[in-house]
């Protein structure tokens, strides 16, 4: 299963058996609300199913609310939000909220939080929603407000530090309920794997092995064919969390210094999965003068 699935089957699960943290995250209570999980939303378009929707209910209305996970911004997110929202709006009949979840922290300038059609320069129309910046809420999840968000501090921090896994793990593990610690510490070492190696992941959390067992991701992996055992499913898994990083890196500062005109490069990339090669890539990438000099390494690289 690629790394991104596991990720986003991972949230999928956090955010339908612990619903309170989602929607107090999104709509900061949930104080006379009763809600449910809309189980496989889908909408009108070929093979498209959202990240996750639940139905409110509150004193007088009901109403859908569709949350948006995003590692990172896409350009398109905008009119997607659009669309999702008029879709959900008729296929449901009710109001639906609109929201995207960041989930990595970036120092992102300006963050688009509208879909505009605009006319001669006038707005003609607007569809707004809000974008929530997880990192935002650190301290929060720190103190225990949003503790069920704790596996996701690895992405939130700055500092991408074995202090930071090792509070995780300490928040994660003060819970009570066992299955969430399970489904917890497997979403946590999947994400961390972005950042450190799984070796060193593997070791860290050794005491925990028994426990992510029980973890409905890692039944996943076992259902789809990795009988071999889970440390093997979790060691495989690591990898390629670790190489989606390193080329997600790769191609991030790329465009941050020349813009990535060159769409066959971010194939060529995307086509490396050696981790030790993609290090080397990443080191040279933040030296080269130009968009030229790069492609000439990758063509010497595949040479």
């Known amino acids: 299963m690629p790394a991104h699935k596991v990720i986003d089957r991972s949230l999928k699960i956090l955010a339908k058996q612990y619903p309170q943290a989602f929607l107090k995250l999104a709509l900061g209570s949930v104080e006379n609300i009763t809600y449910e999980t809309i189980e496989n939303p889908e909408i009108n378009l070929p093979e498209k199913r959202l990240d996750f929707v639940y139905g409110l209910q509150d004193e007088e209305n009901e ?37 995207v979840i960041y989930l990595e922290r970036r120092e992102y300038r300006n963050l688009p939080r509208e879909y505009v059609v605009s006319y001669q320069g006038k707005r003609e129309n607007v569809f707004s929603y809000e974008a929530i910046k997880l990192w935002d809420y650190i301290e929060e999840i720190v103190a225990g407000e949003l503790k069920e968000l704790a596996p996701l501090l690895i992405l939130l921090t700055r500092e991408k530090s074995v202090e930071v896994l090792a509070k995780t793990r300490e928040l994660i593990l003060s819970g009570e309920n066992e299955k969430y610690k399970a489904d917890a510490l497997s979403l946590a070492i999947t994400l961390a794997a972005r950042y450190f190696s799984k070796d060193f992941l593997l070791g860290f959390f050794k005491e925990e092995t028994k426990m992510l067992r029980e973890a409905s991701i890692v039944q996943d992996w076992i259902k789809e064919g990795m009988e071999k055992g889970m440390e093997k499913g979790m060691e495989k898994g690591m990898e390629k969390g670790e190489i989606k990083a390193l080329q997600e890196a790769i191609l991030d500062i790329l465009e941050e210094r020349f813009g990535m005109s060159k769409k066959n490069i971010g194939k060529k990339i995307k086509a490396i999965d050696d981790p030790v090669f993609l ?7 933040v030296k080269v003068a130009s968009l030229e000099e790069f492609a000439k390494l990758m063509e010497e690289a595949f040479q």
């Open 279 to 285: 290090k080397s890539l990443h080191r040279k990438t």
């Open 63 to 99: 109403y859908i609310l569709h949350l948006d996970f995003q590692l990172r911004h896409e350009t398109d997110l905008p009119l997607r939000m659009h669309i999702y929202n008029a879709l959900l709006t008729a296929s449901n009949g009710k109001p639906v909220i609109s929201k």
